[in-house]
């Protein structure tokens, strides 16, 4: 129990470095990873409007917004660079959101197509 209260579950480094530290305790996982998931979250109502757009733009943007933290992520890979805190907010923030849209919308659509089956 104690391992999913503290999100030991999550496939996340936890550096102190990278991690959110308030009043001496660091926060279960890095900034990055908080930013992905305030992204999911943030997201939900997308779950209403997501009808409104059409299904190719709506599985464009949810790729298209996860590209930059794959750019973040390779390029300090491969040393080309230093990443900042900063970054891994914006980074991850549009990650979380642009996989939420794009599960809401593929979700959405798998329901339609099932409906529409029967």
């Given at each position: 129990?104690?391992?999913?209260?503290?999100?030991?579950?999550?496939?996340?480094?936890?550096?102190r470095?990278?991690?959110?530290?308030?009043?001496?305790?660091?926060?279960?996982?890095?900034?990055?990873?908080?930013?992905?998931?305030?992204?999911?979250f943030?997201?939900?109502?997308?779950?209403?409007?997501?009808?409104?757009?059409?299904?190719?733009?709506?599985?464009?943007?949810?790729?298209?917004?996860?590209?930059?933290?794959?750019?973040?992520?390779?390029?300090?890979?491969?040393?080309?660079?230093?990443?900042?805190?900063?970054?891994?907010?914006?980074?991850?923030?549009?990650?979380?959101?642009?996989?939420?849209?794009?599960?809401?919308r593929?979700?959405?659509?798998?329901?339609?197509?099932?409906?529409?089956?029967?």
């Amino acid at each position: 129990m104690k391992d999913f209260l503290t999100l030991q579950f999550m496939p996340c480094h936890r550096r102190r470095e990278r991690s959110l530290v308030v009043f001496g305790k660091q926060f279960p996982f890095c900034y990055r990873c908080m930013f992905l998931l305030i992204g999911l979250f943030s997201a939900v109502p997308m779950a209403f409007f997501s009808p409104i757009l059409s299904f190719i733009p709506s599985l464009l943007a949810g790729v298209a917004l996860n590209i930059p933290m794959l750019l973040d992520g390779f390029t300090k890979k491969k040393q080309l660079r230093v990443s900042s805190n900063p970054l891994r907010i914006i980074t991850g923030f549009l990650a979380g959101f642009g996989l939420a849209q794009f599960t809401v919308r593929v979700a959405n659509t798998g329901a339609e197509l099932i409906l529409h089956c029967f």
